[in-house]
């Protein structure tokens, strides 16, 4: 069964999500990014989810976890809570 696992910062503003992947472009830590600034509890883990398997989260966060590449920070992700940067870290089919 496939499997992922990822790390999300979740924000209020599409604006605020750029500037924030911005930031991580130019060097700022992921984790630590999230942990000032995301709205999701996971953020005080570093925006960690631990491992999934396809349907656990909405759908379009699956259509990124499922098909982007490992390690890149993709988005802005917008959903019904906001916007999402998120970085696959590991992924098993």
Avoid: N, W
Wanted: with cysteine.
């Amino acid at each position: 069964m496939t499997k992922a696992t990822a790390r999300h910062i979740l924000v209020e503003t599409e604006d605020e999500c750029l500037k924030l992947k911005q930031e991580i472009e130019g060097g700022a830590d992921f984790a630590d990014l999230a942990a000032q600034h995301s709205k999701c509890p996971s953020g005080q883990q570093g925006g960690d989810l631990g491992e999934f398997a396809p349907g656990a989260m909405v759908p379009e966060f699956d259509k990124v976890v499922f098909s982007a590449d490992i390690g890149t920070v993709q988005g802005p992700v917008e959903t019904q809570f906001g916007y999402h940067l998120l970085e696959v870290t590991s992924r098993e089919d």
